[in-house]
């Protein structure tokens, strides 16, 4: 039975995971239609001023955004692994990471095999 007090969940938390996660599908957008980079579909160059300003302006903005997101993704998980240790003990709270990496196995060779699968796809065999 859990004796703790129940405390409200931080908000602001939550929108700033959602605005990050709107961060990272924007980026792998970008990468498709900018065309730098390796991507499954490049998408040609555009021939008028107004969509080269545009693309170039993607071009920064994703760097930006490409160079802290993930960084600040870490952060944000980092921040809350200390009372979550502390309130689960050193055995439940591993107990809990070694189940989530086990039930992640599947996924990390599903998302594998359909790299190599889009890869002869796009570049032969």
Known sequence: MNTESKR???LFLDNIKVLFS????????RVTYEGSGWWY???????DTVSSI???TLIGIGALFQSSLLGLFFLMGGYFTPKSYDRKGASSFLERTASSSRNSSPLVYCAHQ????????????
Do not use: D, K, W
């Open 114 to 125: 359909s790299h190599n699968v889009l890869c002869t796809i796009r570049f032969g065999s």
């Open 54 to 56: 545009f693309f170039l």
């Open 22 to 29: 709107i961060l990272v599908i924007f980026q792998h957008a």
């Open 41 to 47: 579909y490049i998408e040609s160059n555009p021939v």
């Open 8 to 10: 409200p969940r931080l």
